[in-house]
């Protein structure tokens, strides 16, 4: 267009955050786009820590080795053992969702979840004496999962007893990662339930379900044949799953990898139809692999000086944190924000518990609420439109240092999932993570409640921001 044309048509005005200048031309009948934009409110610290960040020369090349090593990894199932011998882990000993917590701080379905390990461990008879020795810490100690090459949903606790599944990095082996099995929905202990059915199917998922699965892997691996669940999470988003809240393709895909084995293990006949149930009427099973792929791909890319790249994301029901790759396992904490969505008959947002489990591990890895927009059946159950999903995952592009081939979204054109999240665009354009989550009950023992979305407090990323700036070199 030349100088001619602008002066020749009528003129077309965008204000940007400038309220002021928007009312004045349209009270002179001028046609205006006000769009809703505002610079991020943040303190004169956390500006001169981003300053400093932005201009560490390490950081491009730093950010650029955390993106590539986030997105070459290659997450193979290789086993499923109880985590007694997966984790080490002795009677009295828990994992935890989220960063670290203590008992006086922990919130409804954690203690719940909690008073469930104790009683399926057979440590407590009842709910009381179960409580009173957590609060007491006669004989029991909590951790958080991501400590130990683990990652749990929801509360996330893991005792000695539960198994687990054991996924390794195939370009490193050394690389591991592992998550217990999913229970279902509803009334589960991962959302602080612990009622007789929960401590009921626990053991028979320790019997029968993680024996027959664990015999049905190797089978499987001796066959030949590898379980790659990173090519499961490529398939999965391109056939309508986000990975976090929708997990039906990956679930029925596990299943048909693991189903001759499983068949030809030489299990009781009845064992092999209830494990096969089990899994295929659970459309969440494979988050509890598509979780650990997450761990693998977050810590691969840690632990590089000068990189803002965001390596886990977490919540323990009462704090939110985040781990980034220049600061290693150092944790930014805040309160959790509550979820909003839709809720279960009989519940309502009074009954929703703050934000919990370290399922955005997803986000952290580029899919879940990254990748909205691959998966339009779930936005009504999270309480959105599909415009809104469409919009949701182009945001996320803006905060993301890259695009994930392996991960493709079918109708962006196949771009790639937005991965690596970046601190410094985070807090730059003010734009949080979108994180897709489940609601578990503010009282213990009550269960799920519900299902929506959420987004990371700020102030994890101020205070990552802060510690970044002060491991920077001075020159």
């Not at 007694?84 to 670290?100: C, I, V, W």
């Not at 879940?368 to 439109?385: E, K, Q, S």
């Not at 905060?399 to 601190?423: M, Q, Y």
């Not at 994180?435 to 503010?442: F, H, K, P, Q, V």
């Amino acid at each position: 267009m030349s100088p001619a044309d602008l002066l020749g048509t009528p003129p077309s005005v965008l204000a940007a955050g400038a309220h002021l200048l928007t009312e004045a031309l349209q009270s002179q009948a001028v046609p205006v786009l006000d769009v809703d934009f505002r610079p991020s409110e943040t303190s004169d610290d956390v500006s001169a820590a981003l300053h400093t960040v932005l201009s560490d020369p390490r950081r491009p090349t730093a950010d650029a080795r955390a993106l590539a090593a986030m997105m070459g990894v290659r997450a193979l199932l290789v086993d499923v053992l109880p985590a007694s011998e997966a984790l080490g882990l002795q009677p009295g000993q828990f994992l935890h969702a989220g960063p670290p917590l203590q008992w006086e701080r922990a919130s409804g379905p954690m203690r719940g979840a909690l008073i469930g390990a104790m009683l399926f461990e057979g440590l407590a008879t009842c709910a009381a004496e179960a409580e009173a020795k957590l609060a007491a810490g006669e004989g029991v100690s909590f951790s958080p999962c991501h400590e130990h090459r683990t990652v749990g949903p929801m509360a996330g606790v893991v005792s000695p007893s539960m198994w687990m599944f054991r996924l390794v990095d195939a370009n490193d082996p050394e690389r591991v990662a592992h998550c217990s099995l999913n229970e279902g929905l509803g009334k589960v202990l991962r959302y602080g339930a612990y009622g007789p059915e929960v401590i009921t199917r626990l053991r028979w998922m320790a019997d029968i379900l993680g024996p027959a699965l664990a015999s049905a892997v190797r089978g499987t691996i001796a066959g030949g044949r590898e379980i790659d669940i990173t090519a499961i999470v490529g398939q999965m988003v391109q056939m309508g799953d986000e990975g976090h809240n929708r997990n039906r393709a990956g679930t029925l895909m596990f299943l048909r990898e693991i189903l001759p084995a499983l068949i030809d293990s030489g299990l009781p006949t009845a064992d092999v139809a209830q494990v096969a149930a089990f899994v295929s009427r659970n459309d969440h099973f494979a988050l509890n692999l598509v979780m650990p792929c997450g761990k693998l791909m977050g810590d691969a890319a840690a632990g590089i000086p000068g990189s803002a790249v965001v390596t886990a994301m977490c919540r323990n029901g009462t704090d939110f944190g985040i781990r980034v790759s220049g600061t290693g396992d150092a944790w930014f904490a805040a309160p959790a924000n509550t979820p909003q969505g839709l809720f279960l008959a009989g519940f309502g947002p009074d009954d929703a518990n703050p934000d919990i489990g370290d399922s955005a591990i997803t986000e952290t890895m580029g899919i879940g609420g990254m990748v909205m927009a691959t998966a339009p059946a779930i936005v009504r159950l999270v309480g959105g439109a599909v415009p809104d999903a469409l919009a949701v995952t182009r945001r996320m592009y803006e905060i993301t240092l890259g695009e994930n081939p392996a991960f493709a979204v079918p109708i962006l054109e196949f771009r790639g999932a937005p991965t690596g999240i970046d601190v410094t665009r985070v807090l730059r354009t003010g734009i949080a993570p979108q994180i897709n989550t489940g609601m578990a009950g503010r009282v213990a023992g009550t269960g799920q409640v519900g299902a929506g979305l959420v987004t990371p407090p700020m102030d994890c990323f101020e205070q990552a921001i802060i510690a970044l700036a002060a491991a920077v070199p001075s020159t």
